[in-house]
């Protein structure tokens, strides 16, 4: 049993977790997740750590509620418990001191690449971030990002906030017109995100990594229901993973593989909004 | 299964002392048109006459071929007396000097190429069900024995890890907690029992019966650390440095999922057997949406394979309302590995064995989905190194069938997490951890010691169970006596 020590509501259906796991903060690495299971029903699904506070021995889940299981989770309080926590999972992200690096962000996305961030700064990066959104409301971490990045850039897709656009609008112009030597990017975001932002980068050669979140099953590399395609093999993004060479990444199949239980997504909502 | 015997009339009774040809007595269960509805399990056991009658059939050999027979070498004959005096306490006594899993081994084992294949018995007859007394010996003990607490040898202090929860885990942590020591067992899933819990159906293996055996290590005092994944939240070399085990026994089975690598494998659904059963399983989807996890229930649904793994996955599909379940396997029916009575209960239950065929392509729909398989028809050719006859595929032979979802049931790897994580640790090409001898099961690495499906390959419950407890003893003697060191 995992408790919940603090709880923070950035937006309706965004939320954020601090949870008390020392074990899991002692060994997390930038780019790493769990998996929870948050009652006897539940199921398991992998969250990417956002934070850790090796001090106080614990993690940050930020999460949106788009399923059954997200919404049950964001109905949790503070001093509520989650039943299963199995981590860090996955492989960490390789840091390195590569130059410039270009962290982009959409959506939620901006939490798990914020350790990824503050990992690059350390290793002596220097570090464009841009993170995008909807719209202003649900723009979450910019502050942290500006505490850790040498350089912040803002999107939103309606224009309530920052450029109007969308991060790869931002990416073309510091290619395009700042012509800045970029050496690596990383992108976290929904997968159409990543996709766009690879095939940006794909024509200049710019390395970029994506860190994809497939649906899991054990987390450990027994199930294979995380398959991805990489470079034309077949990869298991739980424990190869989760970040790859995005020029590599079928996308259009990880999209497809990533809607297998959208019906059942469905009947289980229904279900939850009705209790 | 019995075959149709006029002796089965006869008032046994009477016959006894004569030595009758009692038949091999049948254990009744659900009927196959009510079991492809739910999840019960399918056989419901002896009862009590049934199991004496049974019992009279072993005429006691002097030199018992049964006990070769068995891997863990169960006395047997002293077993089936019991039943026969009617001492099924003592009887189940008997059986748990050398299987602490009974009740689990008994359902699992295939005994018709162990202990049953020997029987002298069955020289002329069908042999004694062995395996059905011990199921019966197990569940009569579950339910009227009492909780009796084992001999326990004085406090050691010394700590000892052990890394998965499957049958090689469970009797390992069973025998050293008895031996004094401070044992934990770190599973990297949310429940312990390994396959037993996320692979073996509840159809066949209810998880009650598992559960029960890790209540009981429990109350003996070991202790059960889940969800802690050995290699991620801590190295083998960490739980000996950091945390102070001087012993790690390694039990973490052989959870790789193989596919094919033909064409259309990453269509949606398709799943590896692991995933399929662990969610029926583990997550019991098939109780969804009251449990979480989904999983679809398509009515035509190809399983590729022919042992038990894939008899779990086709008869999982029919149950969760396949109306076409097939099984597709590239050799014929007699060389199908699953034990016996799971191919036969299959049958009862309708599914469909295509044999001497092997897929050879996925197809999908535009939306990537699977809509069919393409296979090819195979005939058997010369032996290969298995000793079975090598299946070479028919030129031309080429067809389809159409199918919804593919389940691929060809075998596991051994998971390198662990081993990939402990540098000093030797493994061999397929990834299986090297010990000097089953019995020992000393490793490369001073103070780890490995047993079951991560050393073996995939094999069954009772080699597991069995190498766990031989493991143990090493264990003890590293830890106490020194006797055994690296
Ligand atoms: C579907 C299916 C049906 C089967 N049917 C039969 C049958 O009828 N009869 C029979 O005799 N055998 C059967 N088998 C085989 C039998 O189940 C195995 O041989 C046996 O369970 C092996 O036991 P084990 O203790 O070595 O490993 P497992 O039972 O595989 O247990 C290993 C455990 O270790 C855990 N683990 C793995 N990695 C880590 C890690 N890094 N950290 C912590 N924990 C870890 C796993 O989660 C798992 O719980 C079947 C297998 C399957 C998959
Ligand atoms: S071989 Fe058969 S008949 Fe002989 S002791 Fe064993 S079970 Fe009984
Ligand atoms: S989630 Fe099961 S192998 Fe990755």
Not at chain 1, 10 to 17: A, L, M, R, S, T
Request: proline share 5%; glycine share 10%.
């Amino acid at each position: 049993m995992y408790e919940i020590v603090e709880k923070k509501v950035w937006f309706n259906e965004i939320k954020e977790f601090k949870i008390k796991a020392p074990l899991i903060a002692e060994k997390q690495k930038a780019g790493q997740f769990v998996i929870i299971r948050i009652n006897e029903n539940g199921e398991r699904i992998p969250l990417t750590i956002a934070h850790k506070d090796l001090d106080n021995g614990t993690i940050n889940l930020l999460f949106q509620e788009v399923g059954k299981t997200t919404m049950d989770l964001g109905r949790l309080n503070k001093g509520d418990f989650i039943m299963d926590i199995s981590g860090p999972l996955g492989t960490p992200t390789h840091i390195e001191r590569y130059g410039i690096v270009v962290c982009i962000g959409g959506g939620i996305g901006v939490a798990p690449l914020h350790p990824i961030v503050r990992a690059m700064k350390s290793a002596g990066n220097n570090v464009i971030s841009i993170i995008g959104a909807r719209t202003k409301g649900i723009l979450i971490y910019e502050d942290l990002m500006r505490a850790t990045s040498n350089e912040l850039l803002i999107t939103t897709d309606d224009g309530s906030y920052g450029r109007h656009g969308f991060v790869t609008d931002e990416l073309k112009n510091l290619i395009d017109v700042r012509k800045i030597p970029i050496n690596l990017v990383v992108a976290i975001g929904p997968p159409i995100m990543m996709k766009m932002v690879c095939r940006v980068t794909e024509p200049y050669k710019i390395k970029t990594i994506v860190s994809l979140n497939t649906i899991m099953v054990d987390g450990t590399g027994m199930c294979g229901a995380c398959r991805v395609s990489v470079g034309g093999r077949t990869r298991f993004v739980c424990v190869d993973g989760p970040e790859f060479d995005g020029h590599q990444v079928d996308f259009d199949e990880m999209i497809q593989r990533q809607r297998q239980y959208l019906t059942e997504e469905k009947i289980a909502v229904e279900r939850c909004k009705h209790k | 299964m019995t075959s149709p015997n006029e002796e089965e009339k006869r008032p046994e009774n009477e016959k006894k002392e004569k030595r009758p040809k009692i038949p091999r007595q049948p254990m009744h269960g659900q009927d196959p048109a009510v079991r492809i509805r739910n999840f019960d399990e399918v056989p419901y056991g002896y009862t009590d006459e049934l199991a004496k009658l049974e019992s009279s059939r072993c005429i006691q050999c002097k030199k018992p071929f049964c006990i070769e027979g068995c891997p863990v070498r169960i006395d047997i004959p002293l077993f089936i007396k019991k039943i026969k005096e009617g001492d099924i306490l003592e009887a189940a006594r008997v059986i748990k000097r050398d299987n602490c899993l009974p009740a689990i081994c008994g359902r699992v084992c295939p005994q018709e190429d162990q202990c049953e294949k020997v029987c002298i018995v069955g020289k002329k007859e069908e042999s004694v069900a062995i395996g059905r007394l011990e199921r019966y010996v197990a569940d009569y003990e579950a339910k009227h024995g009492r909780f009796e607490m084992p001999e326990m040898a004085p406090k050691t202090g010394r700590k000892v890890a052990i890394v998965g929860s499957g049958p090689g885990g469970l009797a390992c942590a069973g025998e050293l907690i008895k031996m004094g020591h401070d044992v934990t067992v770190f599973e990297a899933l949310h429940k312990p029992g390994g396959v037993l819990v996320y692979g073996i159906p509840e159809f066949r293996l209810p998880k009650a019966i598992v559960q029960r055996e890790v209540d009981y290590l429990a109350n003996l005092g070991v202790k059960f650390m889940m969800n802690f994944v050995v290699g991620k939240i801590r190295t083998v070399d960490e739980l000996m440095e950091k945390d102070g085990y001087e012993a790690i026994f390694l039990a973490n089975g052989a959870g790789l999922p193989i596919f094919m690598n033909i064409p259309g494998e990453n269509l949606n659904g398709v799943y590896s057997a692991n995933e399929y059963l662990t969610r029926s399983n583990l997550m019991k989807a098939y109780k969804f949406p009251d449990y979480d996890t989904p999983i679809k229930r398509w009515k035509n649904v190809a399983v590729i394979g022919g042992g038990n793994v894939a008899m779990d996955g086709v008869r999982t599909a029919r149950r969760l309302g396949a109306d076409n379940a097939y099984i597709i396997y590239r050799r014929s029916h007699n060389e199908m590995p699953a034990r016996k009575e799971e191919i036969e209960h299959a049958e009862e239950e309708g599914i469909q064995f295509r044999m001497l065929t092997n897929p050879i392509r996925i197809l999908g729909n535009k939306d990537g989905w699977v809509r069919g398989i393409e296979c090819i028809k195979m005939e058997l050719g010369e032996p290969d190194e298995s000793g079975r006859r090598r299946p070479v595929p028919i030129k031309g032979s080429e067809f389809e069938i159409e199918i919804d979802a593919v389940v691929m049931a060809i075998g596991s790897g051994s998971n390198p997490l662990v081993a990939s994580t402990t540098p000093d640790l030797k493994v061999n090409k397929w990834g299986n951890i090297i010990v000097d001898r089953e019995k020992t099961g000393r490793t490369s690495k001073k103070g780890v010691f490995a047993g079951g499906d991560i050393v073996t390959g995939a094999a069954t419950v009772i080699l597991a169970m069995g190498a766990g407890r031989n493991v143990a003893g090493a264990i003890n003697e590293y830890l106490v006596y020194k006797a055994i060191g690296w």
